[in-house]
């Protein structure tokens, strides 16, 4: 069980619509105006629940990914891979 949560970022955001909307889908979320957060239990396996709550709280962010993603820029350094170098692994410790 996990939870996808949203605080407030938005001056105009209304929570209680956002779970209104999540409710009308048969999706339990937990809203706090005051602490202007809202918060939806989610199954992790479970993604095409992830992905209407994702829809609700985050119109467009499947869409952007997937266009950043398309786009050539997306790697403007052409890493490769990466791994974690430890001071150690330098060979010039004293």
Not at 39 to 59: A, G, H, T
Request: aromatic residues 12%; negative net charge; contains cysteine.
């Amino acid at each position: 069980m996990g939870w996808i949560i949203k605080d407030h970022y938005e001056d105009e955001y209304d929570f209680e619509m956002d779970r209104m909307n999540l409710e009308s889908m048969e999706i339990t979320a937990f809203s706090c105006p005051k602490l202007r957060i809202i918060e939806v239990p989610v199954d992790e396996d479970d993604v095409e629940k992830i992905e209407q709550v994702y829809e609700v709280l985050f119109p467009g962010l499947f869409e952007d990914v997937h266009q950043m993603m398309e786009s050539e820029a997306r790697d403007p350094y052409k890493v490769k891979c990466f791994y974690k170098y430890r001071k150690s692994d330098s060979h010039e410790l004293s």
